[in-house]
């Protein structure tokens, strides 16, 4: 039986070998630390920080600028648009501040503790003014 394929041209002096395969970019190792969770911790806050264990690592494994771009454009959102989809928009980010100032409670110093619930004061009450409440 005759091959009816079409004949293999020769590669042009100028073409680009190709390049094998390429793996998948591995995934960012987690930080060294001493402890995951709060030492100690029971009751709520044990159970908060298992169930948060699972959003950290898969937050942590984003691409670094994923977060932050998310959580602006929310926020911009939340500032220009003055009814009740501008106070939908900044809930996620009040309740992302809430969560992560929740989990660093134990760690922060007095400062940081009131800067966190500045923060949080301030989009609730973004949040308040524009679904018309205040």
Known sequence: MADTSKPRRPAHPLAR????????????PLPVGEQFFTPGATG?????????ATVLVFLYQLPRWVVPLVLVGLLLTGFVVADWRGGLAVLPVLGFVAWLGYMSWPSLRIGGR???VALATFLLLVALTRFGLI
């Open 44 to 52: 709520f806050r044990r159970a908060v920080e298992q169930r948060s």
């Open 17 to 28: 070998p190709q390049a094998p395969a390429r793996k998948p970019a591995a995934k960012r």
């Open 114 to 116: 009131l800067l966190r």
